[in-house]
């Protein structure tokens, strides 16, 4: 019996499979481009790899048709029928204040997704419409969703409340939701596992750093503050996304600039984070780092800026958690760049938290430790794996109903 977890974007679909004994993944791919001229596919099992250039996939469904396809398929396949699939796991990004842990999907949590269309507009639509999909292909499955943000549902009112007059929380819910909850719960208990000790016993600051970046303090296992908010815009500078900036500045480009909402919306999103800041055409951090080696005085200025943010979140954590015991890297910067790690690192060695360079340097790949022998804080580097931890979660809630 397998589990398949379905990661639907606005043109892409990420797919792993499981089988349920061993947990690890047997298939895996990605399709990209859907809806556009020419897809691509990719898929990978233990029979090799294939790619697919110039496919011809109009929708979600076509193309959760083909990962069934695929994998049922007699040459590339690793399974006889689809109906070995007892399981299908989705990724959805936002589930508002309701969902609180990965559930059963029916009709009731199908209209919260929806709810939630307006909060998450680029991720929220594709995911449900991955969901259907899925049901009307794998109608014998029982389908999960888990939640993004569900892993934040127990931050506490002093930190996911805005100081904005109370009726906009209690009527719009506009409040901190945080998101890559997924992610950062999977290092957290990895990190637990890695250090001996119960999660419950632990006040660890989990840095997941790739193209979108947040930061959570984690105590005794429950998210208690995140940067991320009402939207993946807020906290760290990211790819693209500017993170955290004075609200007045929308305000002062709207009366100086007439810029419009769609506009504010494109200069935040698409326009700022790395790219904006080192000018110098590039989101895409190993770049960056490449051209600071150069000299190039953009680049510098956006792994300063960067850098000081994540130590001064980090600060902020420690502090707001009482204490610290763990900080955790991941995600393709936090994971691949000593750099980045080091630099966020560096001058803290009063608060016990001192980066060996040879094991910050080592290569990757797996868990490591990278704490300079005598820190007190240990420092870890853990690869994230969203798909397994929603795997897990999945087969959680279904164990016995299946
Ligand atoms: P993700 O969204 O987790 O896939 O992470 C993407 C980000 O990780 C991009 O900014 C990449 O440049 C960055 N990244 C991947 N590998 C490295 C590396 N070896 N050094 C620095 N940054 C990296």
């Known amino acids: 019996m397998y589990i398949l977890v379905i990661n639907v974007g606005s043109s892409s679909v990420k797919f792993t499979l499981y089988s349920r004994e061993h947990m690890r993944p047997t298939a895996n791919g990605q399709i990209d481009r859907i809806g556009l001229e020419a897809a691509t596919v990719h898929y990978r099992s233990g029979k090799g790899e294939r790619i697919f250039p110039g496919a011809d996939i109009a929708d979600i469904n076509d193309g959760v048709n083909l990962i069934s396809e695929l994998l049922t398929d007699p040459q590339a396949g690793v399974i006889a029928s689809e109906h070995e699939i007892t399981v299908v796991g989705h990724r959805v990004v936002h589930g508002g204040e309701k969902m609180k842990a990965a559930v059963l999907i029916d009709e009731e949590v199908k209209s919260t997704i929806r709810a939630c269309f307006d909060l998450a507009p680029l991720h929220n639509p594709a995911n449900l419409k991955g969901i259907e999909a899925s049901e009307e292909r794998f109608p014998r499955a029982l389908q999960v969703a888990v939640f993004d943000t569900a892993f934040h549902s127990t931050l506490p009112d002093n930190a996911y409340l805005y100081a904005l007059p109370h009726e906009l929380y209690e009527t719009d819910k506009i409040r901190r939701y945080g998101f890559h909850g997924t992610s950062h719960c999977y290092v957290s208990r990895r990190a637990a596992e890695t250090l001996g000790r119960p999660l419950r016993d632990l006040k660890i600051v989990t840095c997941h750093l790739g193209n979108g970046c947040s930061i959570t303090a984690v105590d005794g296992g429950r998210s208690v503050d995140t940067t991320m908010g009402f939207t993946p815009l807020e906290g760290l500078p990211m790819g693209t996304r500017c993170?955290?900036?004075?609200?007045?500045?929308?305000?002062?480009?709207?009366?100086?600039?007439?810029?419009?909402?769609?506009?504010?919306?494109?200069?935040?999103?698409?326009?700022?984070?790395?790219?904006?800041?080192?000018?110098?055409?590039?989101?895409?951090?190993?770049?960056?780092?490449?051209?600071?080696l150069e000299g190039d005085p953009g680049a510098r200025r956006v792994i300063d800026v960067?850098?000081?943010?994540?130590?001064?979140?980090?600060?902020a954590y420690a502090f707001a958690m009482g204490g610290l015991d763990s900080v955790v890297f991941t995600a393709g910067i936090g994971e691949n760049s000593p750099l980045i790690r080091e630099r966020v690192c560096a001058g803290l060695e009063d608060y016990g938290i001192v980066v060996d360079e040879d094991r910050n340097h080592r290569p990757g790949g797996s868990i490591r430790e990278i704490q300079h022998q005598g820190g007190r804080v240990r420092i870890l580097v853990i690869p994230t794996d969203e798909e397994k931890e929603i795997a897990s979660q999945a087969l959680e809630l279904v164990s016995g109903a299946t």
């Open 243 to 292: 993170g955290d900036i004075d609200p007045a500045i929308l305000l002062y480009l709207m009366r100086q600039r007439d810029l419009s909402v769609d506009q504010l919306e494109t200069l935040l999103n698409q326009e700022s984070g790395f790219l904006g800041l080192g000018g110098i055409g590039t989101s895409d951090m190993r770049d960056i780092e490449a051209a600071m």
């Open 306 to 315: 960067f850098a000081y943010r994540i130590k001064k979140f980090i600060g």
